[in-house]
């Protein structure tokens, strides 16, 4: 049992076996006990229990050893105070969902056509002759008729139910995955405990009252406790009360720690006294429905009711506070234990793509709409003329059920033009896509908590990346050092320093180090020693392993209960101080930090044994100069390791002013440590500059250091003219005298800064939202943005998606992110920008197919209905179609797997049409093809395969061979499109890593399949009648002409079609003149038949290309001056932008424009373009172009210019070859 480890324990083990005896304290005092706050806890603990440690003993369980872990005794507390989970909200079943499914109103209105339609075929009028009724009322025996009357009506209502079973499978499985991703982040979340005297890590939910927890900076408390010992601990209990300043917590002042608030200073060790549903935030759960009422918690209603008044109040309080609070103070997420978000995240407004097909579905809903009621009208009008006018039929009473029964034909005709023309797969092809790349990203270390962040990825345009474990591999080690007055570049042999002066060092990285983080032996023989806890602490201790002095003597001579006090790192000091009170009553400090920071607060320096000398400024920056510019130029960061002794004769000094105790230290060494870059990361930065996307290096180490990573990353080349700035200048530029941040001033820094050094997470935030609001250029900016530390919290928050790290990072950085990224490497987020691209395509491709069947679908209903009186397609057939286009397509085309090609292009930003010129010139040419096939069959098939004709065939006719020719081609032409619909940028090769795809595969070969069947089984239900071979064969033919047709249409390059309208824009469409948009949209389509048109012309295009853009630069710069001078650097005067900034050459952005790789528009202008330096390379050599560089997308802060590509109008569309074909050759070479 766990008393026994408490040492001196009065409390004997109690015989009893009943569990009030076990522990003495019971869950309702302890619930109590958490209820108090500051003042009154500590006095409630002193009244009760003496202090912690009596606390503790009735807990059964040492502040020292922690609980001895076994299995019982952990049961029996689980079983007396419960488990740390809350648990989740039920989810919906399956039939719920089918009940959700069956509000759909086009569904209701087709059940209620059905059920009409059912109810009056079994009605039969008493007597009566039918032929008085009128030619169409028909001629058939009652029995056929009897027999075929009620089948239309059943089939339509199964046909309803299997579309309704297939939305909620759809929803259940969602609901499933969902809940899956939330079990993996909840697996994810592990604390610290001490058990048996030993520190180990173990699941969030195993934790239980009695246990003795490690909290540390950055931790989210997952249960409530009492503090036992702190150091400098401050918590941010924004998530409880609304608020936001920081709470010190001391044992004798405030020692209450809550579950869901944020560690974001310090550490310290508390005793777990609440857990689960009795925790704070189970309370609050438990009051908001979220989690079942427990019986167990033997509450009074009085009581509960007091509570839930209580937490009310607390919560509008909050959220009034919320509402009043300004975008910099963050309010976090906590997970509860389940790891399921606690409250839904002030998420960012709905994602572009929603938005865009929200608005999209809207449109083609109100045009379905309209065409139904015209068809319904029509049907109606002209059955009443033929009928009453024509044919001179007089109104009876007993023709009624005859014309009630041919108008409610017409009615279920007009939904299902309606149900065929709205897009309602439009939102489950979201979903699919999603949900599929959601799940393949999983293996692609991008843990995706938002949904949308997968798909806005897609359009980020800047990449802001922290440097330590992203950039490099966060495996730090000491390579060069400065001790004892000599710079060593190589670690030197501990003889050689001297032994007061190692001495000196060894204690100082011992005791001044967490104590959670040590070095631990491989897990291989031969490996590579693990390093636990914070990497640049490690890199110290292993650099006193490697002066042969083991640390961990150090650390038991001195527990961590001995420091006096400790000064925890935060990115506000930049440093860390910890103080040991020695017996003679003096105390002596050890400091660490960086380098440039600690040296101005060093009086003195150690020089040799006994021997400290004054330092001076002026040997500072001696110091500076000779040693630590030298290891930031090799990319080494740079630490100071210090010290400080207060004598007894000066009595104890005021430890809470900290200027004054940080001051007059005496330095030890400084230490050069490095952390080498990631191999595979230059290759992933490169890519994201080819995509257009612009990567930018935040850290907090000094200049120098970031300059050097940056260059062997790539994200500088050498000779760019870019910025690399430390967050003070930073600062200092961006604010006007008063000290506020103006956006003018940040919008004339970012475009170029690509290194922020020294920098602080608020300039971090700054620097993200300056990016994001700027509107420099046309296009919006989408920033994603990596982060690691509590502090990351903010800028995570405020960026379009953001990245934590799944292993450094800390859980309040994984609570404001939107993406955890596993293995924390910056080339897993160039796999997020292929995924995020790749939602967007396959959205696209699945809508230039569903539009294609929408558009052909309603035109043959339409005139069908109008000229024959009866829709050559019937209503289950539609349904048929519906559910081929809708769910299995969106199956099929939302999951092809990404390729490398996606990288090609720049992104597609915030306006960019879903449906572009080539996507709409394919969706009318197929239409044009589908029309004039299902036409000349309607009108003109039953003399060319030699039928009776099934036209105007009376109420209740048998199914004709005519009309099930009709029906089969088009389903199978359907079926063929599906393959054209895979490409959406007019490409050739429709087949192209088709069996990469086995879900396609599978479905265009399942689809087929059932089309047979339907057609040869199908019968009355299907309206179908078996068809012969040689039938079959034609109808497969007619189907395949759709594949070559496509071909034909791939060949009418898109800029000869400037008539045809884009579709699904952005939501800000309307503020963009049209004659801008319809320039902008030439620029941005890829068209391949533009390029093939080309493809001989290359040579002399190039020539004549160069020589009208250098013509158009030189009267670029004899040109006025530019308005926008006041902007302009020097620099950027003699660049090749700088005709860029002139009205005439200025492009408006406003729908974002990618010039793709395959773009047609000349495409060997961009590296000319693109790189502020480069001029025009050489006529020869057509594939060794250079790389464009890095500062591709946002060339210079002062220019305007907007395009990432930076084509400007003339270039596009009035050079003398507007769309060289020079990227296809590129890639055909």
Known sequence: MANNSFRGSKHGRRGEANHEAEFRCSLQELRSLMELRGEESVTKIKESYGDVSGLCARLRTSPIEGLAGNSEDIDRRIEEFGQNLIPPKKPKTFLQLVWEALQDVTLIILEVAAIISLALSFYHPPGGDRHNCGKAAGSFDAEAEEEAGWIEGAAILLSVVCVVLVTAFNDWSKEKQFRGLQSRIEQEQKFSVVRGGQVIQIKVSEIVVGDVAQVKYGDLLPTDGVLIQGNDLKIDESALTGESDHVKKTVDKDPMLLSGTHVMEGSGKMLVTAVGVNSQTGIIFTLLGAAEEDDGQGEGDSEEKVEKEKKEERKKKRDKRRKNKDGATVEMQPLNADGEPKKKLPKKDKSVLQGKLTKLAVQIGKAGLFMSSLTVLILITRFLIDTFVIQGVDFTNECLPVYVQFFVKFFIIGVTVLVVAVPEGLPLAVTISLAYSVKKMMKDNNLVRHLDACETMGNATAICSDKTGTLTMNRMTVVQTYIASRYYKKLPEPDLIPAMVLDLLVQGIGVNCAYTSKIMPPEKEGGLARQVGNKTECALLGFSLDLRRDYQTIRNEIPEERLFKVYTFNSVRKSMSTVLKNPDGSYRMYSKGASEILLRK????????????????????????????????????????????????????????????????????????????????????????????????????????????????????????????????????????????????????????????????????????????????????????????????????????????????????????????????????????????????????????????????VIVAFTGACITQDSPLKAVQMLWVNLIMDTFASLALATEPPTEALLLRSPYGRNKPLISRTMMKNILGHAVYQLTVIFTLLFVGEKLFNLDSGRNAPLHAPSSEHYTIVFNTFVLMQIFNELNARKIHGERNVFEGIFNNPIFCSIVLGTFIIQVVIVQLGGKPFSCVRLSLDQWLWCVFLGLGSLLWGQLVSSVPTRWLRFLKTAGHGTQQEEIPEAEMEEMEDQDEIDHAEMELKRGQVLWCRGLNRISTQIRVVNAFRDSVSPYEGLETPESRSSIHSFMSHPEFRMEDSVNHIPLIDEAECEDDPPVKRNSMVLPPPLTGLSTLPPPSPNQNNNAAEHIAPLPGMIAPNSAGLSPCPGSPMHSLETSL
């Not at 007059?664 to 992933?684: F, H, K, M, W, Y």
């Not at 250029?777 to 799944?806: I, S, Y």
């Not at 995020?836 to 230039?848: A, H, M, T």
């Open 602 to 857: 060093c009086s003195k320096i150690v020089m040799g044994p006994g021997k400290a000398k004054s330092f001076k400024p002026r040997d500072r920056d001696d110091l500076v100069r000779k040693v630590i510019e030298p290891m930031a130029s090799e990319g080494l960061r740079t630490i100071c390791l210090a010290y400080r002794d207060f004598p007894a004769a000066d009595g104890e000094p005021d430890w809470d002013d900290e200027a004054h105790i940080l001051t007059n230290l005496t330095c030890i060494s400084v230490v050069g440590i490095e952390d080498p870059v990631r191999p595979e990361v230059p290759e992933a930065i490169r890519k994201c500059q080819r995509a257009g996307i612009t990567v930018r290096m935040v850290t907090g180490d000094n200049i120098n250091t970031a300059r050097a990573i940056a260059i062997k990353c790539g994200i500088l080349q050498p000779g760019d003219d870019f910025l690399c700035m430390e967050g003070k200048e930073f600062n200092r530029r961006i604010r006007n005298e008063l000290g506020e941040i103006e956006q003018e001033r940040i919008d004339k820094i970012w475009p170029k800064l690509r290194v922020l050094a020294r920098s602080s997470p608020t300039d971090k935030h700054t620097l993200v939202k300056g990016i994001i609001d700027s509107t420099v250029l046309e296009k919006r900016q989408v920033v994603a943005v990596t982060g690691d530390g509590t502090n990351d919290g903010p800028a995570l928050k405020k960026a379009d998606v953001g990245f934590a790290m799944g292993i450094a990072g800390t859980d309040v950085a994984k609570e404001a992110s939107d993406i955890i990224l596993t293995d924390d490497n910056f080339s897993s987020i160039v796999k997020a920008v292929m995924w995020g691209r790749n939602v967007y395509d396959s959205i696209s491709k699945f809508l230039q197919f569903q539009l294609t069947v929408n558009v052909v679908a």
